[in-house]
């Protein structure tokens, strides 16, 4: 059953949104809505007060003293000065705010009457909050006296010091030493400041006599900086008379401490303040400060400033106490100091007195305490005022512990504890409520959740009560609470469901009662589909300029179809999508498009699906690929006379790693401007040594390389001019050719002009004959070539070529063998030669393998080659075919093979057929004899594929089929390998079914028992021992249930269909006899009309009733062959004399088989054929 409510609370609950009180430990916060409608009375709590110190900066207008309170009734407020009563409205100049504690102080007089500290009151008929004291500090402006200071007199070698003694005022000071023309005083380690502004010099020297030693000090808060009177010194010298050495020792002498002047010293700091201790030392000469901790090593974050003097900590912490040292040494001793450092801290809370909210009759405990270096001293009041002043009979005061037994409303009071120590106080204000309420219910009545199925959800009942109300939750008006493993009630009222399921939506109430009554209200809980992205885009790589698509699918629940959102971000930040003509963003169907992409697009972009209670979202890597950046900057090194080291940066490769960097370098002499590749290193390199030409002034430049590109080549370096040097290598490519039976030509390509390594290039032509004992013929020569006159006919020589320029020699030339009076020593240019080879290969040999032979001969001599060897020809031709008797007439194939070989391999061969071959040797002039010729026979192969594959007649359950053997059987024809199998209308195949035919002289077959109206493909393999050959293939599909004989017989008896027949069978009779008339008087066949009389079944279309489609499209037409497709013609028709094949220029293919008019004859003859077997039944 459901609680009823008042109008006036159910009021209430729509303006109430705040968090309420459910223990006694809580913070008390009564919302104003709350106190307007139901009238709750709350004690005065400070809202708002001013910092503890207020300083009255002259450039200021005004200066606010801030007191804010709130409570029922709302406070009346007053003010202390000094501890004494202080009414801001008594005073005319005062600036008061209507509701408010707060006054000004106008900043137009004299404002050192106002000068004090305050503390605000906040009353009301339940107690008193009061603020922190608030110090109001006025600053003089601060002044160095005026005074007439004596001049500092010092001897040289001395330690003086210059006092600033700095006027009091408001924090920071800085003190800065100027001249009297505002130039710092220089400082070092022998003259430094010191942190009280005096300036120490730990020995006088003569310059620093000076009239205008000025102290400056600047109060940066007041922005004020005043001066001191200028100070002279006379530093007074040592008399010329005295010797060096007495001199010396006045002024050399150990470190004493001018600061400070004690052995020991003791700091006091509060944590978190900074460390600075100083050791300033006199001596000579000038001391050198070091700084230790005693058992510890300096703190980490410890420095030294002012040239050693200085050590500073900065925000000390408890570990940073203990005994601190300092040692001041030159070469004549050393001068210590000890500090001892201890860390005091400001109170800070243990534990904060906090408000609270009792029932009447309870017991309510206060505590405060505070910890504090020294222990700060706790001090209470109540109200404002101190206890002792407030007595109460149920009230007792335990250490940090204020007890109130029994209490009772008028109990209801604001206490507050103060912590206070030498270097800080901490006030707090605890509210106290003593009262009886029932639960008011904060929460709106009739809030609608939703829910994500999966995740979880938290359904809110916030309740204000005294005492504390017990919260419990039901469903769907049930009176039972409900509970489970994923339910849980929180202390707060709320109540939070684990992984939602689909049977949690509902009605859910939330019932709040305690000992003064009870408060309900309703919430209803939908449970939604997740928001799931379903197709994620995954880490992309895209070129630079390209275009870039990331997809991303979402599911959500359909509810959500009006507040759906699909956004994209990139690095965590929202992409603007604008639809305008520079935009390069584009969404559509949930496909992000980036055009033009460019580096700046590279980074991580998230799809976001959203809706009102869920998200999820995917992210995915883009990465832009582009050249790498130019390498910078480029640095020579190692500079020698033949090389050089280059050094670079390499730039970003654009996420595609660089491979290799291109060096090119140019030259200012042969080709400026012109660059040129000189080497290239691994990407992984960003150095190299660059061997380099002497002479030559160059200049280098370095691109990277990676998978997308090169880069813009880099920066030149600064040119670089190589010395002279003789010459690194000599010519290449040495041609000696021999045009003239009595000369012999001797061509190089000359070096290149960077290769000249300097001035003066010439080439030394070296040669003598090798058949006799003679030396080397030499001369000197500038050009490239060099002709050799009077020599011999065709004797070999020894060649060598060597450069040089005018720093010396190349290297040792190799030694090269060229002929005279003979060819080009390359076989470039033939020539006439005395005559051809005189004799041919023995011991010609071979090895057979299928339709590949191997062929093995021994060598000519070389006295019977008559000139340079050119080489070896092998001529094979095809005698016959195994499978026949008679010899076939083919073209003969030649291999040929340059340089000295004895061994070849001859591919091509037909398998199954007898060969014969000759090997011969051949020069400059022509071939040689040919060998003994060599017969061979190849082994049986597999048959070509069959030339012709048709089915004939399709039925409902047979399917006849038709083919021609292969026109090479390439062996002894076994039979035939039938294959088929059924075709659905998805184009799957079924089972393969086999038929061996065994009798190689079949060419048709009828296939039965087929299902009806069915596609099958057929399948033909001609099959030797050796096994069969490549397949051909045929589809078809069987007819219907009725056949096409069974329609011509049922209108054959109709009258109508006599009389078109009668009437066709005429027509035709009239077209036979126009055309034997027409063929006796033209005589022959035109070519046309041979061809409409041998049709070639191949070309011919199926008949209408088959069905059929050919699939073959390897198909050929018909070659000539020695074997009658039916095995039905006779030996004088086979058309296969030499006559048959027409005049002398027969050709053959590569082959063997022949080609031209022979292969048409024989290919309509085979048709022909064909076609009449098609007409037999099968």
């Known amino acids: 059953m459901r609680l009823q409510r008042s109008p006036l609370l159910a009021a209430v609950l729509g303006l109430i949104t705040c ?16 106190l307007s409608h139901i009238n709750i009375e709350q004690l005065p709590t400070i809202t708002a007060q001013s910092p503890s110190s207020l300083i009255a900066f002259p450039f200021d207008e005004s200066f606010p003293m801030t007191c804010e309170a709130k409570g029922n009734p709302e406070p009346e407020f007053r003010w202390t000065k000094n501890g004494q009563e202080f009414d801001p409205s008594l005073d005319p100049r005062l600036m008061k705010e209507e509701n408010s504690g707060t006054f000004v102080i106008p900043n137009n007089g004299n404002l050192t009457e106002y000068q004090g500290t305050y503390r605000c009151y906040a009353s009301n008929k339940l107690g008193t909050a009061i603020s922190k004291e608030i110090e109001f500090i006025v600053p003089h402006v601060p002044k160095f006296p005026k005074e007439t200071l004596d001049p500092v007199v010092v001897e040289e070698g001395q330690p003086f010091t210059l006092k600033c003694n700095p006027p009091k005022g408001i924090p920071p000071l800085q003190i800065y030493w100027m001249t009297i023309n505002l130039q710092h005083i220089e400082q070092d380690e022998r003259v430094s400041m010191g942190l009280n502004g005096d300036l120490y010099f730990s020995h006088a020297v003569e310059k620093d006599s000076g009239r205008d030693y000025c102290c400056f000090a600047a109060f940066p808060r007041i922005r004020t900086i005043v001066q001191k009177t200028a100070m002279s010194v006379i530093v007074q010298t040592k008399k010329s008379d005295m010797s060096p050495e007495s001199a010396n020792a006045i002024l050399e002498r150990k470190p004493s401490l001018l600061t400070p002047s004690t052995a020991t010293s003791e700091t006091q700091l509060v944590k978190g303040e900074d460390l600075k201790l100083e050791c300033i030392a006199e001596g000579f000469p000038t001391p050198q400060v070091e700084w230790v901790k005693m058992g510890h090593q300096l703190p980490t974050k410890a420095k030294v400033e002012n040239h050693g003097k200085l050590l500073i900590v900065p925000r000390v912490e408890q570990e940073d106490s203990g005994k601190y040292m300092c040692k001041a040494k030159n070469g004549l001793g050393e001068a210590v ?12 809370w243990v534990i904060e007195p906090e408000s609270q909210l009792s029932m009447i009759g309870s017991e309510v405990l206060i505590k405060c305490s505070a910890s504090g270096t020294p222990q700060p001293t706790i001090t209470w009041r109540v109200n404002g005022e101190l206890l002792q002043g407030a007595p109460a009979a149920n009230r007792k005061v335990f250490d940090d512990t204020i007890a109130l037994r029994n209490a009772k409303a008028s109990d209801s009071a604001v206490y507050q504890c103060e912590a206070s120590n030498k270097h800080g106080t901490l006030l707090s204000n605890a509210n106290i409520m003593i009262m009886n309420l029932s639960p008011i219910i904060l929460t709106k009545e009739g809030e609608d959740y939703s829910a994500v199925e999966g995740k979880g959800v938290m359904m809110h009942c916030n309740v204000f009560s005294s005492p504390p109300s017990t919260i419990t939750w039901s469903k769907d008006d049930s009176s039972d609470s409900v509970e489970g493993p994923r339910l849980t009630i929180h202390e707060n009222g709320s109540l939070e469901i684990y992984s939602v399921e689909k049977g949690d939506t509902g009605q859910y109430t939330c019932l709040a009662k305690n000992t003064e009554g009870s408060s309900a209200i309703d919430a209803m809980l939908y449970v939604k589909d997740p928001t799931r992205i379903v197709v994620a885009q995954e880490d992309l790589q895209i070129l630079i300029g390209t275009t870039a698509q990331l997809s991303c699918l979402a599911e959500y629940d359909k509810s959500f179809s009006n507040d759906f959102e ?5 690095d965590d930040m929202k992409i603007a999508l604008n639809n305008t003509e520079n935009s390069r963003y584009f969404v559509e169907d949930g496909i992000l498009q980036i055009i033009n992409v460019s580096h700046r697009d590279q980074g991580v972009y998230t799809c976001v699906a959203r809706t009102p209670v869920d998200r999820d979202t995917a992210s995915a890597l883009l990465m832009v690929l582009d050249v790498p950046d130019a390498p910078e900057p480029l640095l020579l090194s190692e500079h020698k006379s033949k090389s050089v080291k280059l050094k670079w940066i390499p730039g970003d490769d654009h996420n595609s790693s660089t491979t290799e960097f291109i060096i090119e370098y140019e030259e200012s002499q042969w080709e400026p401007g012109n660059w040129k590749e000189l080497l290239r290193v691994p990407g992984n390199h960003n150095s190299a040594v660059l061997k380099l030409h002497g002479h030559v002034d160059y200049r280098f430049r370095v691109s990277g390389l990676n998978a997308v590109g090169r880069s813009l080549p880099s920066k030149p370096t600064e040119r670089y001019k190589t010395p002279p040097a003789a010459p690194d290598k000599n010519p290449e490519n040495i041609k000696i050719e021999g045009h003239l039976p009595h000369e012999m030509d001797i061509n190089w390509e000359p070096l290149l002009p960077i290769e000249h390594n300097g001035p003066g290039l010439e080439y030394k032509v070296s040669y003598r004959r090798q058949d006799v004992e003679e030396d080397w013929k030499e001369h000197l020569v500038k050009r490239h070539s060099f002709v050799v006159k009077n020599t011999p006919t065709f004797v070999p020589y020894d060649i060598k070529i060597q450069a040089r320029n005018h720093q010396g020699w190349g290297p040792e030339p190799k030694i090269v063998t060229g002929y005279s009076g003979e060819d080009s020593f390359f076989w470039t240019c033939p020539q006439e030669v005395s005559s051809v080879p005189s004799a041919a290969p023995e011991n010609v040999a071979v090895e057979v393998n299928s339709s590949v032979v191997k062929v093995s001969w021994t060598r000519v001599h070389k006295d019977k080659l008559h000139g340079h060897l050119g080489g070896y020809r092998i001529n094979w031709w095809r005698l016959r075919s195994l499978a026949a008797s008679k010899k076939s007439h083919e073209d003969k194939h030649t291999l040929t093979l340059p340089g000295d070989q004895n061994h070849a391999t001859v591919p091509g061969l037909t398998p199954f057929s007898e060969y014969s071959l000759i090997v011969m040797t051949f020069n400059g002039r022509g071939n040689g004899p040919g060998s003994n010729q060599l017969n061979f026979k190849t082994p049986e192969g597999v048959p070509e594929k069959n030339p012709v594959f048709r089915v004939t007649d399709v039925q409902k359950h047979t399917v006849s089929l038709v083919w021609a053997p292969p026109l090479e059987p390439n062996g002894i024809l076994t039979g035939y390998l039938l294959e088929y199998q059924l075709i659905n209308d998805t184009e799957e195949m079924g089972p393969l079914q086999t038929v061996d035919i065994s009798n190689p002289d079949t060419t048709k077959w009828k296939l039965r028992d087929l299902e009806p109206v069915s596609k099958y493909k057929f399948y033909l393999r001609s099959c030797t021992t ?28 109709q009258g109508w269909f006599i009389g078109l027949m009668c009437a066709i069978a005429l027509l035709t009779l009239i077209l036979l006899i126009a055309c034997f008339v027409n063929r006796n008087k033209g005589g022959k066949y035109s070519v046309k009309e041979k061809e409409d009389l041998h049709p070639d079944v ?32 006779k030996a004088g028709d086979s058309g296969d004399s030499l006559v048959d094949y027409g005049d002398e220029d027969v050709q053959f293919n590569e082959d063997g088989s022949f080609i031209g008019e022979y292969a048409g004859r024989k290919e309509k003859r085979v048709s022909a054929e064909i076609k009449a077997t098609i007409q037999t039944p099968a």
């Not at 913070?27 to 709350?34: G, N, T």
């Not at 279309?1101 to 039905?1128: A, I, V, W």
Request: net charge negative; with cysteine.
């Open 19 to 34: 968090i309420c009180v459910f223990h006694t430990t809580a913070a008390i916060d009564i919302p104003l809505e709350v």
């Open 1026 to 1053: 050796v096994g069969c050959g490549p397949v051909v293939s045929e589809e078809c599909t069987t007819t219907l249930e009725t056949s096409l004989a069974s329609i011509h017989g049922g209108i054959s008896t």
């Open 566 to 570: 699909l956004l994209w971000e990139k």
């Open 1098 to 1129: 191949e070309s011919q279309g199926m008949n209408d009733d088959t069905f059929c489609e050919y699939s073959d499209n390897d198909e050929k037409p018909l070659k000539g062959s020695q074997h009658s497709l039916s095995r039905e013609i």
């Open 337 to 348: 100091h000890y500090f001892t450092l201890k860390i005091e801290e400001p109170p800070e």
